[in-house]
């Protein structure tokens, strides 16, 4: 059984910048997309990107684009999320999951297998 293990988050001021990590172990070869996803009080998950383990393909939500940069470590089985320019609009609950199929979506429907979360919180 695979398990996700997300790490890296805190409280950051706005502008500031956190690196989330999502480990992996397990059947790390049954899942070919992994991805971020994050959800706010009160609000439903969205996601945030995305990233193919095989060959790098990456998706990012609109809200994120040019801020984030999601990267892979196949040799440590763990997926990054850089995150730049915070904003208080990003404090969330930021989850990790894993995905079968080989396309890079971000629909939290597609994902077969998802981490505890780690909290970020942008506030000054």
């Known amino acids: 059984q695979l398990q996700l293990v997300e790490s890296g988050g805190g409280l950051v001021q706005p502008g500031g910048s956190l690196r989330l990590s999502c480990a992996a172990s397990?059947?790390?070869?049954?899942?070919?997309?992994i991805g971020w996803f994050r959800q706010a009080p009160g609000k439903e998950r969205e996601g945030v990107s995305c990233?193919?383990?095989?060959?790098?393909?990456?998706y990012y939500a609109d809200s994120v684009k040019g801020r984030f940069t999601i990267s892979r470590d196949n040799a440590k089985n763990t997926v990054y999320l850089q995150m730049n320019s915070l904003k208080p609009e990003d404090t969330a609950t930021y989850y990790c999951?894993?995905?079968?199929?080989?396309?890079?979506?971000?629909?939290?429907?597609?994902?077969?297998?998802w981490g505890q979360g780690t909290q970020v919180t942008v506030s000054s």
């Open positions: 397990g059947f790390t070869s049954d899942y070919y997309v």
């Open positions: 990233i193919s383990k095989r060959d790098g393909r990456t």
């Open positions: 999951a894993a995905r079968r199929g080989r396309n890079v979506v971000l629909t939290t429907s597609a994902y077969d297998l």
